[in-house]
């Protein structure tokens, strides 16, 4: 892709990416693994774990990687601009009148109607890497709800539980609940974990 | 364009590149970073405007520390200093992931081990996001419209509906929703929802 096509392409998502980056992770995936098929999930996975691991936020991050892979150095850079310029022209408007813009009820329903978008999406993102670490395959909601009204299609062969992968989320889930482990510390510990438990 | 006006952008591009490479957590973990460099050392932000920052930084779009650098740019130095201060927010994040990419550009790697890394590194980030997404979930369940649009809204998701479309449609169904609710003289507390 040329680097203004990614320019556009980040910017959209700039503006409909309310609450933190996770959020980006559907968009990113509806729209390049999906739609135009120029990355593949596995390889998405992958790019996501790099970019938690990286300093600066996870969905700049993620959005630089995705444009290098896309369109080299000039790719790179177009799609982090393109994910900050909503931001830049949104915020120098909402700048002198944020505290009217709060009060405002049309302001406060847009809010109110995306943020539950958001936490599906946030959910969503989880699902898809449940299909990637916790389980070996994608899952499979069609079937899983056929199963449910007792058509029993039953679950895809290559669609099973790895034990590795679901002690290490469970583990991390509860010790990010729990305590105040910094992120950074559970992810190398995970690497280590998955080299030997993961093969 | 005196001294102590490059001094300031400085001060921001430096700051929230700082914020960006270091501050992990993501959203409003950056809060005492800037009260700490703006306020407290440098008093040029008083209280009020790191209340306005937070709003702000929450009502628009976008990636949570760049509206904030946003707001402290543009309140202490204009337009320079808003692209300063954003320019700080993207800087860690495009040169570190340039030398790994360029490194990894295939990102399809063969040796068991380092695949079995991969594998551990995205079963940590399910535990994370799954977290994140049950602490979202605490904050914004505060009523039924907010239940039964997301479990409407994850429903048109896993049919693969573009997410763009689902957002789009969730923001005329809000207004609706806030008029609604104002008609039947329901109090709307300042900030709900928003936090």
Known sequence: ?199 | MDKTYWKKLWVLFFTFAKIAALVVGGGLAILPVVEETFSRKNKWLTQEDLLEMTALAQTIPGIIACNAAVYVGTKLAGIGGMLAAAFGVCFPSVTVIMIIAAFFPHLEPSNPYVLGAFAGVRACITGLILVTAYRFAKKTFTGRFEVIVTILALFLLLMKINPVYVILCAMPLGIVYAFWRKTRGDAVLPGEGLK
């Open chain 1, 1 to 199: 892709m040329n680097p203004f096509a990614l320019f556009l392409l980040f910017a959209k998502f700039g503006c409909v990416s309310f609450g933190g980056g996770y959020v980006l992770i559907p968009l990113i995936i509806n729209e390049l693994v999906e739609k135009r098929g120029v990355i593949n999930m596995e390889t998405f996975g992958n790019l996501v774990s790099i970019a938690q691991v990286t300093p600066g936020p996870v969905g700049m991050n993620a959005a630089t990687y995705v444009g290098y892979l896309q369109g080299g150095f000039w790719g790179a850079l177009s799609a982090s601009f393109g994910l900050i310029v909503p931001s830049l022209i949104l915020g120098t408007l909402a700048f002198y009148s944020i505290s009217r813009w709060r009060e405002n009820l049309w302001v406060r329903g847009i809010l109110q109607g995306v943020r539950p978008v958001s936490l599906a999406m946030i959910f969503f993102a989880a699902f898809l890497f449940l299909g990637m670490s916790v389980f070996t395959a994608p899952i499979p909601w069609s079937g899983l709800l056929k199963t449910l009204i007792g058509q029993g299609a039953g679950l895809p062969e290559n669609f099973r539980l790895s034990l590795g992968g679901f002690a290490i989320c469970a583990v991390v889930a509860i010790l990010f609940l729990k305590t105040k482990v910094s992120t950074t510390l559970l992810i190398v510990l995970s690497a280590i974990a998955g080299a030997f438990l993961c093969r």
